[in-house]
């Protein structure tokens, strides 16, 4: 059996005829860059999210970035985020002329740990970016009481946790603004690129819509110098019809990390994913741990089970960052993690056959290892 890691192909076969009508009608409208088909969308999922204002960009990338700048973020600022994420988290800072300043994650969740940020603030701090990692939420409360006691800014990477909920209210609705990105392998994947800002804010959302396309507020009257950040038409259309099953995919992504944890419960060396009391989980990514990870990625492989790793380098220790001066052991529990993440195949059309047979593969593999060490240190 080959499971793949994620299958995209099955999750378009079954809506292709619609998504083929939604982008005829763009063609038919010629509604390319913005227009109605994107201002349905926003509407649609800014109730989603449970927000009232939602903003469609280009890609996740730019909702970070407009979001920062929109808040005011600039040069001499700082702005706490996680090491333990995706690259554009951090790009998005240094792109306003900011500076990233990391803390650690919390071992369990993997996600921003709040008792880091009282050592992480100066009065160069502007906004806090808790990344909602993998589909689970940070934890909220404590991060936007440190924030409303000092007047920070709180901007949710929601990238990787659409539908995703923290004590009941959805991911992106909790800080200041929350981002999205519609990256075709996110729980919400666009037919190309695209993203999204959600905010209660009304004034807030203004001054995105206005950054996104060139500064202007109407046609050839610029009041600030933006950017061309706009959602493509077609983007648009298709997303709406992709979220009309958002929820069931939730729904089956969570079936499905459900099984892996009763199948995977009892294996010596592993450590499964959890779901904080706070949370609900919506599974972007299915996250083990395992001390020997590139040998198990390797192995599983052979088995025909593809695995990924999110991520392997952490942010503060990419060259990119190098200027940063962030040497190794700066942020324990986030390398540690990065050493041993290992993510399972997980999207919604993976068929019980399937979950057992990685499961069993899993199984095998870690079985094989533990004989093998074991042999080691009898010879040694
Ligand atoms: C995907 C992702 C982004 C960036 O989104 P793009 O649409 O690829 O620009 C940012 N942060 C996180 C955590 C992501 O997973």
New binding site residues.
Partial sequence: MNVPFLDLKAQLAPLRSEINAAISEVLDTCAFAGGPFVAKFEEEFAAFCQCPQAIGVG??????WFALLALGVGPGDEVITVPS??M??AEAISFTGAKPVFVDIDETTYTLDPRHLERAVTPRTKAIIP?H?FGQTADMDPILEFAAARGLYVVE?A??AHGAEYKGRRAGSLGHAG?F???PG?NLGAVG???AVVTRDASLADRIRVLRDHGQIRKYQHTHVGWNGRMDGIQGAALRVKLRHLARWNTQRRAHARRYNELLADVPGLKLPTEAGYARHVYHIYPVRVARRDETLAALGKLGVNCGIHYPIPVHRQDAYASLKLGPGSFPVAERCSDEFLSLPMFPELTPEQVEFVAKSVREVLASQSVSSSASAAKA
């Fill in positions: 890609n996740g990338t730019d909702a970070l994420t995706f554009a988290t990344v990692l990477d990238c990787q981002c990105s519609f990256y996110k690129e695209a993203g």
